[in-house]
C-alpha cells in the first residue's frame, strides 16, 4: 500500500486535530484507516486479505506492542533518572498497553470470521517472512558473540537496532509497504549515527537511549498502521 506519512503527519501537528485527539483516543486510528483506504495500492495488494492474512497481522500487533515496552525499558535503562526519558517511557507504556488491547481485540474478532482455505500467496509470503526473521536473528546473535568477544558491550544495543532497521527493507519489499522503508531509514541512521559519533566514555547513556529510542518509535508507528489495516478489512468484510 502507499502511506502519504507526510500528510499524515502533518495533520497530526496541526493544532486543531490534536485537540480532536485529546477528546478521542481513536482519532490517530481513523486517520490511519483513511490514509489506507485512500492510497493506491500494488497489484498484490489489490487482493481481499484472507482470515490468515488477517490473523497474521493481529499477531505482528502483539508483537509491536511487546517490543515497544521492550526498546522503552532499555530507553530508560540508559538515560537512568533523565526527566524526559521517564515522561517518554511513560507515554510508551500506556500506547504498548493500548496496542496490545486493540491487537487481543482484533485477533477475537477476525477468529470469528469463517474458516477460508489458505492461498498459495499467503503461504509464500510466511516462509519469506520466516527467513528474514532467522537471518535476522543470525545476524543479531553473531554480533552479540563477536561484539562480547572483544568486549565491546557499550556497543551491542545499536548495533542490534541497526540490524532491526535494516531487516524493514526486505519487508517492505516482500509486502509492498512504504511504511517499512518509512520507519526503516531513520532507524538505520540514527543507530548508525550514534555508533560513530558518540565518544565510547558516553556510549552507553546516549548511543543505547536514542537507539532504543528509534526502535521503539519504528513500533509504535508499524503498530499503529497494521491496526488501521486491519480495521479496514474488517469494515469491508
Known amino acids: ?15 486543531h486535530e490534536c485537540d480532536n485527539a485529546v477528546q478521542n483516543p481513536n482519532w ?14 500494488s497489484e498484490q495488494s489489490k487482493r481481499k486479505y484472507t482470515r490468515a492474512a488477517l490473523k497474521n497481522m493481529t499477531i505482528s500487533i502483539l508483537m509491536m506492542a511487546f517490543f ?81 568477544a572483544f568486549s565491546l558491550y557499550n556497543y551491542i544495543i545499536p548495533v542490534i537496532v541497526l540490524i532491526i532497521g535494516l531487516h524493514y527493507f526486505p519487508l517492505g519489499l516482500l509486502y509492498h509497504t512504504p511504511i517499512h522503508f518509512i520507519v526503516g531509514v531513520p532507524v538505520v541512521l540514527l543507530s548508525t549515527f550514534a555508533t560513530i559519533f558518540f565518544p565510547p566514555s558516553d556510549f552507553s547513556s546516549a548511543a543505547g537511549g536514542f537507539s532504543s529510542l528509534a526502535a521503539a518509535c519504528s513500533t509504535t508507528v508499524l503498530g499503529a498502521y497494521m491496526m488501521a ?3 479496514s478489512a474488517m469494515v469491508k468484510k
Do not use: H
Not at 507515554?91 to 474478532?109: D, P, T
Open 68 to 148: 515497544t515496552i521492550f526498546w522503552a525499558n532499555f530507553m530508560l535503562m540508559s538515560f537512568a533518572t533523565n526527566i524526559l526519558a521517564i515522561i517518554g517511557f511513560a507515554l510508551l507504556a500506556i500506547y504498548s498497553a493500548w496496542l496490545a488491547f486493540m491487537g487481543v481485540k482484533l485477533k477475537r474478532a477476525v477468529a470469528a470470521l469463517p474458516d477460508e482455505p489458505k492461498q498459495e500467496l499467503d503461504a509464500r509470503a510466511e516462509k519469506r517472512w520466516n527467513l528474514i526473521f532467522i537471518i535476522q536473528g543470525i545476524a543479531i546473535g553473531a554480533s552479540c558473540a563477536l561484539l562480547g
Open 28 to 41: 490517530l486510528l481513523r486517520l490511519l484507516i483513511e490514509e489506507v483506504e485512500g492510497c493506491e495500492v
Open 1 to 15: 500500500m502507499e502511506f502519504d506519512a507526510r500528510n499524515a503527519f502533518n495533520q497530526y501537528l496541526c493544532l
Open 229 to 231: 489495516s486491519v480495521t
